[in-house]
């Protein structure tokens, strides 16, 4: 990976009655750390494939969890501790069911935080990057735009 050109990522900000969902993971930026971090479900765009796609992808894959969409949070862009810039889509979205128990490798296990828990993470160092409370922050200030906003010219199928 070229750590000097943006990586697109797609993050899912899950919400469940004053619940968030994240995913336990190795620290793979040590992974010889036993330390673990939380994330929101997140990852890299796979080629050929849409936003909307991705996000719904990544959140099965990491947390087994089919989920609704419920708008566009909007682009954040945050450097890693290695130098690597993600422009990271976020999404705002729902609980639909969980279908999976298989989760990606490197996920120790998904499961469900509210806001006082994730901040006593965030003083622990364990969330894995500023992003993951910063989203929430804003999802609950109801950041939050139309899906319609993103134009696909190559996935018109997925637009909303």
């Known amino acids: 990976m ?15 009655r004053e619940r968030y969902l994240l995913v336990e993971e190795r ?3 040590r992974p010889d750390a036993t330390v673990t971090v939380f994330n929101q479900p997140a ?6 494939e849409s936003l909307i796609d991705a996000v719904h ?5 990491e947390s087994g969890w ?9 682009l954040y ?3 890693a501790p290695n130098g690597v810039v993600y422009h990271s889509h976020t999404f705002l979205a729902r609980p639909v069911r969980r279908t999976n128990e298989t989760l990606d490798d490197g996920i120790i296990r998904a ?8 901040q006593a993470l965030e003083c622990q160092g364990r969330l894995r990057s500023p992003l993951v409370l910063r989203r929430i922050h804003d999802a609950l200030e109801d950041r939050l735009y139309p ?14």
Do not use: K, Q
């Open 2 to 16: 070229n750590r000097f050109l943006p990586h697109v990522t797609v993050a899912a900000v899950v919400t469940d």
């Open 27 to 29: 620290n793979r930026l």
């Open 43 to 48: 990852g890299h765009l796979e080629a050929d």
């Open 57 to 61: 992808r990544e959140t099965l894959e």
């Open 66 to 74: 089919e989920i609704a969409l419920e708008g566009y949070m909007g």
């Open 77 to 79: 862009i945050n450097t």
């Open 111 to 118: 499961d469900w935080y509210s806001l006082t828990d994730i």
């Open 147 to 160: 899906l319609t906003l993103i134009r696909d010219l190559d996935h018109p199928d997925t637009a909303s």
